[in-house]
């Protein structure tokens, strides 16, 4: 039997399976990294760089590294943590974030990261982006206000409802989602309430229709403890049977 | 309707500001336009906020309505959640709540009714009360009242805390809670929630009782102040339950004349457009509402405690019927008209409220499990509620998709605008007229307008912070000649340089 490979994250030994990357061995071990884009079920993306960790000095992306024997890897370190909150800022600012109101408040990954890295203002300017919700369909709307471009949707619908029905538009700071149709309606795709697509998305983007706040306040996924104990850290880990859809 | 509403010829005339007004909710000004041997010829009140609430919510889903407008005040948001669920109720086709959703809401309705009410007597106007007009400006507000009478102070604060607490139970939150959605509720209580706040609701009524006692005193030691000072005849509108009972979360509209006549009565609210009309007046961004059949010129009419207590046959709990007959007393078989009798009228409300909350924390449906409803979806949704300021009146249309397509929000202080403007107007013709204007005369105005508690928003609550500035400007040219200033700490001093006698000439 082989010696169990490990790298260490912030100083504690973590064990990893080739093949794996520090996000997954982490999350395995159940030691939370901040994340957005990165989902355990599926491949990593390595877009929104919340995950950003230190790798034998040099900052990496947790989701897209491969785990190596002997790695020593810092992440709850205040300069990361400092580059973590500019990234969330920034994804505050680009859209129209009104956490007050938001019926995903309290269960919303962005808002609870945000928490997470000690975020206390947007501190830079708004852009106020005008995008108008899209209720065309019978059981969801899509509020684009709120889109951070993940594309975890884009990425469900493809791979797993095998409709396409998400894709991204644009370059750079044009970039935005849109639906994959002549219209750009949502109304008009067979995106249905159950698709994979409508359970992934870390904001409030994409909602099920006619239905909000139902959860009292007190309640949500987050209201009583961090993202670091309750979000997809506690889900049953890949190696132990959960699903991942490559 | 007043004649100072406009003068002949303004242009001639000195032109005093009191702005901000303090003690009130949000942001107005006074301004008093006096000839030179001191008449007043003109009196307003101005309401100089906007707030957009309308216009912004178009696009949005209907759902989130109830969570977004409550943004309007950090004060009573419990009765914007509540009108606009109301409204949403009708969206979603829900034409009658659980037992649990409707008993739930007006929990929530009557713990924001009693913090609402305390926040204004205790913290606002109790200085008013206990002090003198001419008392220093510094030691007239609440720290004044810390300071004098400490126990008085300190059930204002635990009544208030107790009203936010009934809120947070059932809302998630003491302000900008989520309890009401679509078609009912998203929480019931639980047995140790509802023992929790049953543990000292008895206090509370004690205390509602005792605030009577004081507001009643007052009244006894100089009754012809209260008779006199700012009162006005007017019409009076406000819900009240189908047997005539006050009721501050649901019922049909009433309306009385100023000898207490019925005008309409048991109207459904969802008709408000017929009976209700809104006036544009070029100097107020606030419009003025007025009972069409009457007359923009006869028809404007009161809302709130003092208008509630006119309009209702009853009162459904026993402390508080037996204040509201030794209240309507006063009238002799008409309505009290004396508009400081809106501070007595508040608080036979707060007793109220206490009573309501009892009964209902004692009521086994506060625990039920069935919170919601729906029913055939509708496009367009008129929510109404006695909110602590008055009638309130939220209206939606949606499109096909869901989403906000116009809305028109009717807010209590609205209502209230012309008989705000009246009040002032017969204070300043009253107490003002022909004198030098000193601080404390001016602050007679304040306490006119504070009667009514307007709701401008909930900006200039702090201690002490009552600033104001009275210009003397010059015939033709509008140059300021001199200008009377009082600081947030209460400090007057003339802004140009001359001695404070100069007060004398504006």
């Known amino acids: 039997?082989?010696?169990?490979?490990?790298?260490?994250?912030?100083?504690?030994?973590?064990?990893?399976?080739?093949?794996?990357?520090?996000?997954?061995?982490?999350?395995?071990?159940?030691?939370?990294?901040?994340?957005?884009?990165?989902?355990?079920?599926?491949?990593?993306?390595?877009?929104?760089?919340?995950?950003?960790?230190?790798?034998?000095g040099r900052v990496q992306a947790a989701c897209t590294t491969p785990a190596a024997a002997g790695l020593?890897?810092?992440?709850?370190?205040?300069?990361?943590?400092?580059?973590?909150?500019?990234?969330?800022?920034?994804?505050?600012?680009?859209?129209?974030?009104?956490?007050?109101?938001?019926?995903?408040?309290?269960?919303?990954?962005?808002?609870?990261?945000a928490y997470y890295v000690g975020m206390q203002t947007p501190h830079y300017k708004h852009f106020y982006p005008r995008r108008p919700v899209d209720a065309s369909h019978p059981e969801a709307v899509i509020d684009f206000n709120r889109c951070i471009l993940c594309e975890l949707c884009v990425r469900a619908s493809r791979d797993v409802d095998g409709k396409n029905v998400f894709a991204v538009q644009g370059r750079g700071i044009q970039a935005r989602l849109v639906v994959n149709t002549p219209s750009g309606q949502l109304g008009a795709t067979p995106f249905s309430i159950h698709d994979k697509a409508a359970q992934v998305c870390p904001t409030g983007t994409i909602l099920t229709k006619h239905r909000g706040y139902e959860t009292p306040i007190g309640q949500r996924l987050y209201d009583r403890k961090p993202i670091s104990v309750v979000g997809d850290v506690a889900q049953l880990p890949e190696s132990r049977g959960g699903r991942r859809h490559d | 309707m007043s004649h100072l509403e406009t003068a002949a010829r303004p242009d001639y005339l000195c032109r005093i500001a009191i702005d901000p007004l303090s003690r009130v909710e949000g942001h107005g000004k006074v301004t008093l336009l006096t000839d030179k041997d001191h008449r007043i010829r003109q009196a307003r009140l101005h309401i100089v906020e906007f707030r957009g609430f309308e216009k912004f919510i178009q696009g949005r889903p209907y759902w989130e309505v109830p969570v977004v407008v409550e943004r309007l005040c950090g004060i009573c948001p419990v009765s914007h959640h509540l009108a606009a669920a109301k409204a949403v109720d009708q969206l979603v086709g829900a034409r009658e709540l659980t037992p649990t959703a409707e008993k739930i809401r007006r929990l929530m309705h009557y713990g924001q009714t009693l913090q609402s009410h305390a926040v204004h007597f205790f913290h606002l106007a109790s200085p008013d009360f206990l002090f003198d007009f001419d008392d220093p400006a510094a030691h007239r507000n609440v720290g004044g009242v810390m300071t004098d009478y400490p126990d008085i102070a300190r059930q204002g604060v635990r009544l208030r805390k107790y009203g936010q607490e009934v809120i947070r139970v059932t809302a998630g939150k003491r302000i900008h809670g989520t309890g009401a959605i679509p078609g009912g509720v998203n929480k019931a209580l639980t047995l140790q929630e509802r023992n929790y706040l049953l543990a000292d609701l008895d206090l509370m009524i004690q205390w509602g009782r005792g605030i009577l006692k004081l507001v009643k005193q007052a009244y006894q030691l100089n009754p012809g102040?209260?008779?006199?000072?700012?009162?006005?005849?007017?019409?009076?509108?406000?819900?009240?339950?189908?047997?005539?009972?006050?009721?501050?979360?649901?019922?049909?509209?009433?309306?009385?004349?100023?000898?207490?006549?019925?005008?309409?009565?048991?109207?459904?609210?969802?008709?408000?457009?017929?009976?209700?009309?809104?006036?544009?007046?070029?100097?107020?961004?606030?419009?003025?509402p007025f009972i069409h059949s009457l007359g923009s010129e006869q028809g404007w009419y009161r809302v709130?405690?003092?208008?509630?207590?006119?309009?209702?046959?009853?009162?459904?709990?026993?402390l508080a019927e037996e204040e509201r007959r030794e209240f309507m007393a006063l009238g002799d078989g008409q309505p009290v008209h004396m508009t400081l009798a809106y501070h007595w009228?508040?608080?036979?409300?707060?007793?109220?409220?206490?009573?309501?909350?009892?009964?209902?924390?004692?009521?086994?449906?506060?625990?039920?499990?069935?919170?919601?409803?729906r029913?055939?979806?509708?496009?367009?949704?008129?929510?109404?509620?006695?909110?602590?300021?008055?009638?309130?009146?939220?209206?939606?249309?949606?499109?096909?998709?869901?989403?906000?397509?116009?809305?028109?929000?009717?807010?209590s202080t609205t209502n209230n605008n012309q008989a705000m403007n009246e009040s002032i107007r017969q204070v300043a013709e009253r107490y003002l007229d022909g004198k030098e204007l000193t601080e404390p005369l001016l602050n007679q105005i304040e306490v006119a307008v504070r009667a009514y508690d307007p709701c401008l928003s909930c900006a200039t609550h702090a201690l002490g912070r009552m600033p104001l500035i009275v210009e003397l400007v010059e015939e033709g040219s509008g140059a300021v000649v001199n200008s009377l200033a009082r600081d947030v700490d209460g400090t007057v001093r003339n802004e140009m340089g001359l001695p404070p006698e100069g007060a004398s000439s504006v």
């Not at chain 1, 355990?40 to 929104?48: K, V």
């Not at chain 2, 006549?261 to 007046?281: A, N």
């Not at chain 2, 608080?347 to 909350?357: D, Q, S, V």
């Open chain 2, 304 to 318: 709130g405690p003092l208008a509630r207590i006119n309009n209702c046959d009853f009162i459904p709990t026993p």
């Open chain 2, 375 to 411: 029913g055939e979806m509708a496009r367009e949704g008129i929510g109404v509620i006695e909110a602590p300021r008055g009638t309130l009146f939220h209206h939606y249309r949606i499109n096909e998709d869901g989403l906000i397509e116009k809305a028109n929000l009717i807010v």
């Open chain 1, 72 to 113: 020593t890897v810092q992440s709850e370190i205040e300069e990361l943590r400092e580059m973590r909150r500019g990234i969330l800022q920034m994804l505050f600012v680009e859209g129209n974030h009104v956490c007050p109101a938001c019926e995903k408040s309290g269960a919303c990954q962005l808002q609870a990261v």
């Open chain 2, 345 to 373: 009228a508040r608080m036979i409300e707060l007793l109220h409220a206490t009573e309501a909350i009892k009964e209902l924390l004692l009521d086994p449906d506060i625990f039920g499990e069935e919170r919601v409803v």
């Open chain 1, 1 to 56: 039997m082989s010696a169990e490979q490990c790298f260490t994250l912030d100083g504690r030994r973590v064990p990893f399976q080739d093949g794996q990357t520090l996000m997954a061995a982490a999350l395995d071990a159940g030691v939370y990294i901040p994340h957005l884009c990165f989902n355990p079920e599926f491949a990593p993306h390595g877009s929104c760089r919340v995950c950003l960790v230190q790798v034998n």
């Open chain 2, 225 to 288: 102040y209260f008779t006199y000072f700012a009162t006005i005849r007017s019409n009076y509108l406000s819900l009240a339950r189908a047997d005539g009972a006050l009721d501050l979360y649901h019922g049909g509209l009433r309306a009385r004349n100023e000898r207490g006549e019925i005008l309409f009565d048991k109207l459904d609210y969802r008709r408000y457009s017929q009976v209700i009309r809104e006036q544009v007046k070029p100097w107020s961004y606030m419009k003025f």
